[in-house]
């Protein structure tokens, strides 16, 4: 293979831990809706959140996964990153609190590292 070329191990590998974006939007989490998610290491979860009041929110995860989560503001159709947490495989579970504002439309990402026993974890925020 020439060099500068990404072989069929490469790609999949790549498509693995960067998944193509689905066609379809995310789907929108309500304040204080806990979401359960089955995901497979390496799988992402995308939500858009439209607060209905100016304040400070909470978004975290629940269950015995390594997780990650990401805030992102969308700004002229672009995510703006705001702020992240990862709870590292500890013994605690991933969360954000962030002042977010009405009128205003986040995108949240769950990303799964580890999915523990079960597989399943939820998401909330309010």
Request: charged share 25%; hydrophobic share 35%; no cysteine.
């Amino acid at each position: 293979m020439p060099p500068g070329v990404l072989s069929a191990g490469d790609k999949e590998w790549a498509l693995k831990w960067y998944p193509a974006k689905k066609k379809a939007g995310p789907a929108v989490l309500e304040p204080f809706e806990s979401v359960a998610i089955d995901l497979a290491a390496g799988e992402q979860a995308d939500f858009r959140l439209k607060p209905n009041e100016s304040r400070k929110f909470t978004m975290s995860t629940k269950g015995a996964s390594d997780t990650i989560l990401v805030l992102f503001e969308e700004l002229n159709g672009e995510p703006r990153y705001l702020a992240a947490d990862d709870d590292s495989g500890e013994n605690r579970n991933a969360s954000i609190t962030y002042k977010l504002f009405k009128g205003r439309t986040y995108h949240l990402r769950l990303r799964l590292y580890y999915p523990g026993q079960s597989g399943t974890t939820s998401v909330m925020y309010g």
